[in-house]
């Protein structure tokens, strides 16, 4: 049972590259979302989504992109990166928001140059 | 405007003694809260939970209190042991919100 699985692990951009950071679960969990881990500030909200085709901004949206085409999958694009989104990525899975517990992903640590 | 904050950053704690983490909500709208714990390079794991119905929860070493009154929250690890040194983050929720909102983060040092 492999979880929440992130590709890549690491990656180093320049600024103005897209990339689109890969998320997949394999519990059959309706909700995933995504969260950026900057130091001092904690996990921040990126972007969730409460089933296929369903997509909603979270705390800190502007600069990315997502989908959801699948239940498995919820990948996250950045059109043009830049310097300030450089961060630890998490991609977490849960059943539902209520209260369930989030399954996450070991991240993808990004570097924007 | 941080909804759930937990005001510090660090916390040292004898090994075997109990280590408490607090942490407060300022959106009376939560219903759900949960702690999670992180070791580096790592994903946050699931750590305990409690709703709003209740003010009590426990699990083994880890209970969870809640105030609702002062919009407080805290997790009690007793007792403390090495292993439990990580960052733990306090996360709340509502049922009428999709949005899962962290806090900063306590960084735990369990001391020999």
Redesign the interface.
């Given at each position: 049972n492999a979880g929440?699985t992130q590709t890549p692990k690491f990656q180093v951009l320049k600024t103005g590259q897209s990339m689109t950071l890969q998320c997949a679960q394999d519990m059959n969990h309706e909700?995933m979302?995504w969260?950026r881990q900057d130091p001092?500030?904690?996990?921040?909200?990126i972007h969730?989504s409460?089933g296929a085709g369903i997509t909603?901004q979270?705390?800190v949206p502007n600069g990315y992109n997502v989908s959801r085409s699948t239940t498995e999958d919820f990948p996250l694009r950045l059109l043009s990166a830049a310097p300030s989104q450089t961060s630890v990525y998490?991609c977490?899975s849960s059943y539902s928001?209520?209260?369930q517990?989030?399954?996450?992903?070991?991240?993808t640590r990004l570097s924007i140059l | 405007d941080q909804q759930v904050k937990q005001n510090s950053p660090s916390l040292s704690v004898q090994e075997g003694r109990i280590s408490i983490l607090n942490c407060d909500y300022t959106n009376s709208m939560f219903d759900y809260f949960l702690w999670y714990k992180k070791y580096p390079a790592e994903g946050p794991t699931f750590l305990i939970s409690i709703s709003s119905i209740k003010d009590k929860n426990e699990d083994g070493r880890f209970t969870v209190f809640l105030n609702k009154s002062a919009k407080h929250l805290s997790l009690h690890i007793v007792p403390s042991q090495p292993g439990d040194s990580a960052v733990y983050f306090c996360a709340a929720s509502g049922r009428r919100d999709d949005k899962i909102i962290f806090g900063k983060g306590t960084r735990l040092h369990i001391l020999p």
């Open positions: 929440v909700y979302s969260y001092g500030m904690g996990l921040r909200l969730y409460v909603d979270g705390e998490f977490a928001p209520g209260g517990p989030q399954h996450f992903g070991d991240g | -």
